[in-house]
Every structure is written in structure tokens, then in C-alpha cells.
């Protein structure tokens, strides 16, 4: 699905619509952190990934990995886009890229969503011709099922099938443990049936944190005069 | 200003759009709390007061003061009154409640965000006429100077005025200096430039704990 058919694959920018341009600071910081940083692990998505690193668990597991984190809440599979687009991946050269982002494309169907997630791991396997990328499942949300949860699950079944045919491209789904078997999720792992709390970050960083140490032992660090 | 002709201060519910009912599920949790638990000290509010209850800070300064968190994410003005005055006060009589509401009433005028705020207050007072009401001051937000700082502080004077003469509620600022001398809140401090890191929620909740503490001295001498 191409991006003039696929709205979830179209770039676009977040409006200021409250007045203090938040966005756009986030962006922009992301930007200049590109020029002053040399990640070896670049996470880039929503809410899902900006909290990690409010949390105890990115000090521990993901700062020693030299990991720079652009997550900006609200963000679709059309922001994330644009961002890469626009500066979010110039001068840096991470080793690997993990990409979480889709569950706030409340426009699109679950096709659009994977295609939008697959538009943006081509981006990265383009710009990024000797990094592995890591896709991380959406979560089911809400504290009973509801179609979210079903359109959620869709998303990640197409990406299951359709993303290790782009190239180094890993899919992991580390939702599994959230929906117990009264279909509910409860407030001690997402505080807004949402978002994570402290002890689910960490359930779910140590899944992420142990592929990553794979993924990076198995890439000799280049040398930096092959950057140039 | 009255209910009718202000939007911040007209309970209302915030209508499922997403699909996932998160907004009630909370709200519900909340309504069960309270009749399950008797706390001292109840917090209500927006994403400010909701994320607090996530770091480390909660757990050492605020659970020991046997402290419930009914903060809701987006939650402006009008939909934390039209939650306290469906359950959320219900069968619970604590010695104070900590407000801190407003900075998500887009669209609305300084006038009618204070206006929401009084509103609230009024219900917890009419409700709980023996509790106490700690209204916390808007902060600034934004990486530079813009509308919505100036909106904020507008309301905070606004506010602080309105409470002056009410013996059951206080004020208090809780910007401890965010804004640098060049115009510019850090993301060390805010991260998006709206909610607060685990060190900057360090730096508000100290004088925020002492007040509570001498307002819970004061009920029970």
C-alpha cells in the first residue's frame, strides 16, 4: 500500500493546536541530539517509548547501551514518519532501531496501521543500510476487550507475516502477559489500562534488553573513520 | 459566573471516542475505592496528579499520609467536577483534598477555568464540609514563552484571590523556579515541556508534603 493510498503512511507533522508548541520543541530537541549523540540504539516511537525513559529501567538496561529515546506521546504512525523525514535520523549511525508506535491511529483501519508501520521500517532499513530494526507488538488496552484490543491484535498478526520480508527486520509482541483470564488488565500493570507502570516496564524491558545484546554482539561496531 | 454560561464549570463526562472506555474504567475504580478505603488525604486531578502515583516520590511521601490518587490524563476542569459529584466523594470523609486542574481547559478564558475551579471546590465543601482544600497553582508550560504560560498564571492569581477569604481552602504555587532566565523550561525538568520528570516531581512534592502534613496537624491538634 503506497502512501498516496495508505493515509497511516502518509507523513505529517502535529499541529500546534494548544499554543506552546510542544511538538515541535520535542522535535527539534530530537534533532539537535542527533548532532551531539552517537547511539548505538535508537528507540523512536509514542508515549509506549518517551515514558521508558521516566522510568528506573532506561537507566539500568538501555542508557548503557548508549540508546537515545524520541518517543512523543500521541504519536501515529504519520508523526513518526514525518519525524524520521525531517532530521530525526541525520548524522547518527545506531546499530539498531526499535520502533513501537501504532496504537494511537485512531483513523485507520488495522491495515493501514501495519502498512504505516512497514512504510516507516523501509525508511529505516533505507537510511540505515547496516542497522537491524526491532518492531515491537502493540499492547492490548482497556480494562475489559473492546475493539481496540481486536484491532490491535490484527495490526500485529499482518506485521508477524509481512516485516521480516523487508530484510533485518525482528517483530516481538511483548504483550502477552497483560490479559488475564477474565479478559481484564489491571491498574498495577497499565495505571490508565494504557500505559505501562514501573514493574510492567520492566517485564517488558527485559524481553527487549536481552534481544538487544543479541542483535548488537552479533554486529562488529564499525569504525568510526567509516562513518565519513 | 454561572454554571450555565461556563463550560469549565458544567460537569461533563468525557465520551468514549476511542473505543477502549479507559476514561470510565477509571473513574469507576475510583468511585470503588472509595467505598473500599478510608483515606486521610485524597489527590484529584489531571495527568500531573495521575502520573505522580507512578514514581517513587508517591510511594515515600504521600503513602504514608494514607493518600488515594483519582488524577484522570486530559482531565480539565469540567470533567473532575461532574467525577466528584458522581461517586468519587462518596462514603470517603478526608481531612484534605489536593486539587490541581486546569492546565487542559483549552479554548477556555482565565476567568472560566477559575470559575471551573470554584466550582469543584464548592462541590468538595458542600459534600465534605469538614475537609480542607489544597488548590495547587498551574505551572508554566512550553519550551519558550507563549499564551498558555500567561493563561496559567492568569488563572493561579485568579484563584488565589477567589480563596483568600475561604477559611476551608488554601493555595499553594508549586513552581519552584522552572522558567530559566532565558524564557526556556528544560526537558530535564519536563519532557514533553507539560508533565514533569521523577527529579522535578522531587522538587515540587517537598513543600507540597510539608503543607499537607501541617493542614493534617491542624484537623486533628
Redesign the interface.
Known amino acids: 500500500m503506497s502512501a498516496e493510498e495508505n493515509p497511516a503512511a502518509a507523513p505529517a507533522s502535529v499541529v500546534d493546536?494548544?499554543?506552546?508548541?510542544?511538538w515541535m520543541?520535542?522535535h527539534n530537541?530530537f534533532v539537535q541530539e542527533c548532532k551531539d549523540a552517537e547511539p548505538d540504539v535508537l528507540l523512536v516511537g509514542d508515549s509506549m517509548v518517551?515514558l521508558m525513559?521516566?522510568n528506573e529501567v532506561w537507566r539500568e538496561l538501555f542508557s548503557p547501551l548508549h540508546a537515545l529515546n524520541f518517543g512523543?506521546?500521541g504519536d501515529t504512525t504519520c508523526n513518526v514518519l514525518w519525524r524520521l523525514q525531517n532530521g530525526e535520523l541525520e548524522n547518527i549511525r545506531p546499530r539498531v532501531v526499535v520502533l513501537w508506535v501504532g496504537t494511537n491511529n485512531?483513523e485507520h483501519t488495522a491495515d493501514q496501521v501495519a502498512g504505516g508501520i512497514l512504510a516507516i521500517a523501509q525508511l529505516l532499513l533505507s537510511r540505515l543500510p547496516k542497522s537491524k530494526i526491532i518492531v515491537l507488538g502493540l499492547l492490548p488496552?482497556?480494562?475489559?476487550p473492546?475493539?481496540?484490543?481486536e484491532k490491535n491484535a490484527a495490526v500485529n498478526n499482518l506485521l508477524r507475516a509481512s516485516l521480516p520480508r523487508l530484510g533485518p527486520v525482528q517483530f516481538i509482541d511483548v504483550g502477552g502477559s497483560f490479559v488475564h483470564s477474565d479478559g481484564t488488565i489491571s491498574?498495577r500493570d497499565m495505571?490508565?489500562?494504557?500505559h505501562l507502570?514501573?514493574g510492567a516496564y520492566r517485564t517488558i524491558s527485559t524481553a527487549l534488553h536481552e534481544l538487544l545484546l543479541q542483535l548488537l554482539e552479533e554486529m562488529p561496531q564499525e569504525r568510526r573513520a567509516s562513518l565519513v | 459566573m454561572s454554571e450555565d454560561s461556563n463550560p469549565a464549570a458544567t460537569p461533563t463526562p468525557c465520551q468514549d471516542i476511542q473505543g477502549d472506555g479507559r476514561w470510565m474504567s477509571l473513574h469507576n475504580r475510583f468511585v470503588s475505592d472509595s467505598k473500599g478505603k478510608e483515606p486521610d488525604v485524597v489527590f484529584v486531578g489531571d495527568s500531573l496528579v495521575q502520573l505522580l502515583h507512578e514514581f517513587e516520590v508517591w510511594r515515600k511521601l504521600f503513602s504514608p499520609l494514607h493518600a488515594l490518587n483519582f488524577g484522570v490524563g486530559g482531565d480539565a476542569t469540567q470533567h473532575v467536577l461532574w467525577r466528584l459529584m458522581n461517586g468519587e466523594l462518596d462514603h470517603i470523609s478526608p481531612k484534605v483534598v489536593v486539587l490541581w486542574v486546569g492546565t487542559n481547559n483549552h479554548g477556555h478564558t482565565p476567568e472560566q477555568i477559575c470559575g471551573g475551579i470554584m466550582a469543584i471546590i464548592n462541590v468538595v465543601h458542600q459534600k465534605l464540609p469538614h475537609t480542607h482544600t489544597l488548590v495547587l497553582g498551574l505551572l508554566p508550560r512550553g519550551k519558550s514563552p507563549n499564551p498558555l504560560r500567561e493563561r496559567n498564571a492568569s488563572v493561579n492569581a485568579l484563584v488565589q484571590a477567589e480563596v483568600v477569604s475561604l477559611s476551608h481552602v488554601s493555595f499553594l504555587d508549586m513552581d519552584p523556579g522552572f522558567i530559566h532566565s532565558d524564557g526556556s523550561i528544560v526537558h530535564q525538568d519536563m519532557y514533553d515541556y507539560l508533565n514533569l520528570t521523577p527529579q522535578a516531581y522531587q522538587r515540587v512534592c517537598q513543600p507540597l508534603h510539608e503543607r499537607i502534613k501541617s493542614l493534617l496537624d491542624k484537623h486533628d491538634p
Do not use: K, Y
Open positions: 493546536v494548544q499554543g506552546d508548541g510542544r520543541s520535542q530537541r518517551q525513559q521516566q512523543i506521546g485512531h488496552r482497556g480494562e475489559f473492546n475493539p481496540l484490543r491498574s495505571f490508565d489500562f494504557l507502570t514501573a
